[in-house]
């Protein structure tokens, strides 16, 4: 049994700063990618960030050079820090990992429940 909690939901105004955070817990091997996603109201779910074991980056257009995306490998834990907020980036934000759990001999994809942001102009 594997979860992912986030962490971190707030009401900012426009050009404020956030961070999320989503711990994984239960019975893990071992954690390879890290992820945030986020959907806004009747728009499809989109990547936001990920991270790799290793440390290596990517970001949406949309995003970089705003947020940034870090992992605490001894925590199992990914963070999100959001600086220079606008509105468009209100979304329910959700963290995704691909876990090895202690009994498999295979990566799966886990999800936390969504953590709500919701930035004002």
């Known amino acids: 049994q594997v979860q992912l909690v986030e962490s971190g939901e707030g009401l900012v105004q426009a050009g404020g700063s956030l961070r999320l955070s989503c711990a994984a817990s239960?019975?893990?091997?071992?954690?390879?990618?890290m992820a945030w996603y986020r959907q806004a109201p009747e728009k499809q779910r989109e990547l936001v960030a990920f991270?790799?074991?290793?440390?290596?980056?990517n970001y949406s257009d949309s995003v970089q050079g705003r947020f940034t995306i870090s992992r605490d490998n001894t925590k199992n834990t990914v963070y999100l820090q959001m600086n220079n907020l606008k509105p468009e980036d209100t979304a329910v934000y959700y963290c995704?990992?691909?876990?090895?759990?202690?009994?498999?001999?295979?990566?799966?994809?886990?999800w936390g429940q969504g953590t709500q942001v919701t930035v004002s102009s």
């Open positions: 239960g019975s893990i091997f071992s954690i390879n990618v």
């Open positions: 995704n990992a691909a876990i090895r759990t202690d009994s498999g001999n295979a990566y799966s994809s886990h």
């Open positions: 991270i790799t074991k290793s440390g290596s980056t």
